[in-house]
């Protein structure tokens, strides 16, 4: 398994400023993937960020709202840009557990960062 | 329709009674089941994953159904360590890096109570 730290752990925000969120996993992988779980929902993908490479969103995402940045196979930073309070939620980060035995869709998740925006 | 659904609970259930969580899902060429468990306000974390034949885990068994396109999961004698949120995820779609990428459901909210 991985050991994902996620930091900060929480944060309160002013509407219209942005919040950066590190995520540090102990060992390489391909690809790192951000999740926002609002309150009382399920995990919903924000996008996957691959190092190299520009970071692939889902429907409902787009970069200029949540910048991604994967600099090297261990790191990864996820940004809530000019926040509103439906910004609100948990964002986790989370990596696949391996490359076969079908470890590979296993997903391990960082503690989360609990935002709140006023 | 949802691409997983589960019924949200809560289950409010008896120390060592058993109980059983279902989930459906809409995608006939789903590959892979797994049951994650989250606490309130912890990160979900992995309980099992349900194979074909489905499987056993100490008090908790695994099933998938195919032809129905269903898993479930069964607890049998609930500890109160057992109160948790407990998420379906169904791996559904390659992505352009060869994984699968997985939908997660909403949860069922499980109770023990004492």
């Known amino acids: 398994s991985a050991v994902i730290s996620q930091k900060p752990s929480r944060d309160i925000c002013q509407r219209g400023t942005s919040l950066t969120i590190q995520c540090q996993v102990d060992s390489q992988v391909t690809m790192m993937f951000w999740y926002r779980q609002q309150p009382g929902q399920s995990l919903t993908l924000i996008a996957t960020a691959n190092q190299g490479s520009e970071a692939t969103y889902e429907s409902g995402f787009v970069i200029d709202k949540f910048p991604i940045s994967r600099p090297n196979l261990t790191f990864s930073t996820l940004t809530v840009s000019n926040m509103s309070p439906e910004d609100s939620s948990i964002y986790l980060c989370?990596?696949?557990?391996?490359?076969?035995?079908?470890?590979?869709?296993?997903?391990?998740f960082g503690a989360g960062t609990r935002l709140s925006v006023l | 329709r949802k691409e997983v659904e589960q019924d949200p609970g809560p289950f409010n259930v008896p120390e060592g009674a058993t109980v059983a969580f279902n989930c459906t899902y809409s995608?006939?060429?789903?590959?892979?089941f797994f049951w994650y468990r989250q606490d309130c306000r912890k990160e979900p974390k992995l309980l099992m994953s349900v194979y074909s034949s489905g499987n056993e885990d100490g008090r908790f068994t695994a099933q998938l159904n195919r032809a129905s396109q269903y898993i479930s999961l069964l607890i049998r004698d609930s500890k109160l360590s057992d109160s948790a949120t407990y998420l379906c995820v169904v791996g559904s779609r390659f992505d352009s890096g060869g994984y699968q990428k997985v939908t997660f459901g909403t949860g069922t909210k499980l109770q023990v109570i004492p």
């Open positions: 995608n006939s060429a789903s590959q892979s």
């Open positions: 989370s990596v696949k557990g391996g490359t076969s035995g079908g470890a590979e869709n296993i997903q391990y």
